[in-house]
């Protein structure tokens, strides 16, 4: 599987007098390209992640559709930074660690925009201006490239598919999920895109002739899936910052939970393209979960109920497991949580013993002292 997620340390982030220093804590540019939205993230509790505000704690992130143009000077310096104008709000100068990941950032936004993205190189003139903190755009005369304003995001019923979906207009099928809850859908759409549905509605089967199939997934659990099928938006695989990072603790493991039985649903029902999504969504939601146990029961979960060949999913908790070990090291609760769950001990055992040739590199970031700012977002 290749990873939908990526992120790059920086060396210091600015927008609208917000000023993050990598210095006085990690800080990253999180980009995931399955739901092409861009996050600051700053260091969390026990290795978590948590997305950054500005002073007036509005969030930091903003979808690669609604960049407006990207602003940088790589042909005439060594300079590691970019200017970005989002549709909403003030322009961000991100100034990255070295300018090889600056310039593969802008990369993966012009591979994910195609020619719609506008970007300028600057002029040696502008150089100096360009490397020094609070750069202003207009006061250095760089054009105004509104009138180039992406063009917006594809609305929710654009598309024939997400249209049935909200209409129910000349739905044939009936799908019902545990509880009674009932969902009417279409079965050029369900048989195509699952084995089980076209297997289903086959000649001979009871179903195919009631023209209803009853599932033993929750209600919220078959919506997901459907709303998959139709390709509209959910908040399982939607935007990690909008529908998941600010979110308490407690509704963060729900949704991990969810994701997790909805990857073992879409598994059994051969939808496969399902699977993979809901592991990329695991994936990039899983930094931001701060319990080390509440990650420790997540990763139990896979290991119990998901098959061996799981499109990859087994691989993203182990890795994510393994960032997290220098935190558990020595944390009573979460080594106990371990001792509960054996496949998880054997599981991290295996680690173990594969990284005595290369061991794990990873340190628990320097404490600091300096007072958190109050644009980091409330820890949960």
Not at 119 to 126: I, T
């Amino acid at each position: 599987m290749i990873p939908s997620v990526d992120s790059w340390v920086l060396a210091q982030f600015e927008t609208g007098g917000t000023i993050l220093d990598g210095a006085d804590t990690e800080t990253h540019v999180l980009l995931d390209i399955t739901t092409r939205e861009i996050g600051i993230t700053l260091e969390g509790a026990n290795g978590s992640k948590i997305l950054a505000q500005t002073d007036e704690r509005k969030k930091i992130s903003c979808n690669v559709q609604d960049i407006i143009f990207i602003v940088h000077a790589f042909q005439v310096s060594n300079c590691p930074k970019i200017s970005l104008k989002p549709a909403e709000g003030q322009p961000w100068n991100i100034v990255f660690e070295t300018q090889k990941s600056a310039i593969k950032f802008l990369d993966i936004l012009r591979e994910l925009r195609g020619d719609t993205l506008v970007v300028r190189s600057l002029a040696a003139k502008h150089v100096n201006a360009f490397s020094g903190p609070n750069y202003n755009m207009q006061a250095q005369g760089i054009e105004d490239m509104s009138a180039t304003k992406a063009s917006a995001s594809t609305d929710a019923s654009s598309s024939p598919f997400k249209r049935l979906w909200f209409t129910g207009d000349y739905a044939d099928f009936v799908v019902v999920a545990a509880g009674g809850q009932t969902f009417n859908v279409h079965r050029a759409v369900v048989c195509t895109q699952s084995c089980f549905f076209k297997a289903a509605c086959g000649q001979g089967f009871l179903e195919a002739e009631s023209h209803r199939i009853r599932l033993e997934e929750d209600a919220v659990v078959v919506e997901a899936l459907l709303r998959e099928l139709y390709g509209v938006e959910s908040r399982f695989t939607g935007s990690p910052f909008t529908y998941f990072a600010y979110e308490p603790n407690v509704i963060k493991e729900r949704i991990i939970n969810d994701l997790i039985k909805i990857f073992i649903a879409a598994d059994k029902y051969g939808m496969e393209n399902i699977c993979v999504r809901a592991a990329e969504a695991i994936r990039c939601r899983l930094p931001f979960l701060q319990d080390l146990e509440s990650v420790i029961e997540a990763v139990n979960s896979v290991m119990e109920a998901c098959p061996e060949r799981d499109c990859g999913l087994r691989v993203i908790m182990m890795d994510h497991l393994e960032t997290r070990f220098p935190h558990i090291h020595n944390n009573e609760a979460a080594e106990d949580a371990i001792l509960e769950h054996p496949l998880v001990a054997k599981a991290m055992l295996r680690l173990l013993l594969s990284s005595r040739s290369a061991p794990i590199t990873r340190q628990v970031p320097p404490q600091t002292t300096a007072r958190r700012s109050s644009r980091i977002a409330g820890r949960n």
